[in-house]
């Protein structure tokens, strides 16, 4: 059927219904075209770089990659041996564990809404997401292996060749790998936990009362949405929070070397927070209560520790109430896909 007598067969139909359908028919008619996705409500638009468009052979290859073990040297672990989809892309760890049980030197940050993110990494330095790819698959003390070396095993495999050629036109080589797992990345949005449904969908009851109290405090007595704000609930500034007087890891400054960056981590989306436990860029501490207890106490002195963290008092009931909202963050669907 072409497409203009299929289009005038929907006339009938409403507008929402027409525009669904003709959405639907190009998604599905026409192969490895650009992939345009519908914003969650209280999201922003998804800011794509034009040099890597989203298409349905990308992720499917993205995926694909995302999940072999075989982009770490002795093809022991994966992307998501450390960035787990039951643990919203965490491991759970205070830190991962690398090839031949090498320790990470930071803490798993999850991939919830990456999409969104301007900066990666736990300090922020790294500008694109496509180019983080690369970082884990170089540390020695992750997959400790070389992209282009990736690429070559990648190539003795038809499977891969043949979708690399349908994704990208190409062998498989450096820029089809980061784009494709980037592209994959991407599609890893969250955004149906039981504060969306109150917050975006009117959904009055998917709150109870604890929850909503805890809400109150978090917006407004102790201003936490001063870093942790919008749909995403992080600002993404680079900041100390005075977890420590000395820190072992400088943080920013280790690229910038400068020393007002010491110490200073990039803002974590609190979405799925229950569960991506321990905390911090070093996980350091094991619960919820755990990091509020660092807030409540203004945090350690540090020349650096932004003006923001200051001392506040929580009474035990406030605290419960702050933790249940926290933990109405989660969405459950996202970790069971």
């Known amino acids: 059927m072409e497409v203009k007598r299929y289009i005038k067969s929907l006339m009938l139909f409403n507008k929402k219904v027409l525009l669904f359908l003709i959405i639907t028919f190009f998604f599905f008619s026409f192969k490895n075209k650009t992939i345009f996705f519908s914003v969650p409500s209280g999201f922003p638009k998804l800011v794509v770089p034009k040099e890597n468009p989203i298409t349905s052979e990308k992720i499917r290859l993205g995926k694909m990659l995302f999940f072999d073990k075989m982009l770490s040297r002795d093809s022991s672990i994966s992307c998501a041996s450390c960035h787990n989809p039951k643990y919203a892309f965490t491991d759970q760890l205070k830190k991962a564990k690398g090839i031949k049980d090498r320790t990470v030197s930071r803490n798993t940050p999850t991939l919830t809404n990456i999409a969104y993110n301007h900066s990666f990494l736990r300090d922020g330095v790294n500008p694109s997401l496509e180019a983080q790819v690369i970082v884990p698959i170089h540390e020695k003390n992750e997959f400790d292996f070389h992209i282009l070396l990736v690429a070559e095993r990648m190539k003795k495999n038809k499977k891969y060749v043949e979708l690399s050629k349908k994704a990208f036109g190409e062998e498989p080589n450096p820029k089809v790998i980061s784009n494709a797992i980037a592209s994959y990345e991407r599609t890893l949005i969250s955004s149906n936990s039981r504060f969306d449904q ?129 933990k109405c963050l989660t969405d459950s669907s996202f970790i069971a896909r």
């Open 198 to 326: 109150y917050n975006f969908h009117g959904d009055s009851l998917a709150l109870n009362a604890s929850e909503i109290r805890g809400m109150k405090l978090f917006y407004n007595k102790l201003n936490c949405s001063s870093c942790h704000s919008g749909f995403n609930f992080s600002n993404g500034e680079i900041v100390n929070t005075g977890l420590y007087e000395k820190y072992n890891d400088v943080g920013k400054m280790r690229v910038t070397l400068d020393q007002s960056d010491n110490g200073k981590f990039k803002v974590p989306t609190l979405r799925n927070i229950s569960i991506t436990y321990p905390y911090m860029h070093d996980g350091n501490i094991k619960t919820l209560e755990g990091v509020i207890d660092h807030y409540i106490k203004g945090g350690e002195k540090n020349p650096n520790k932004d003006e923001r963290i200051k001392a506040f008092n929580l009474s035990k009931l406030q605290k419960q109430d702050l933790i249940a909202f926290l």
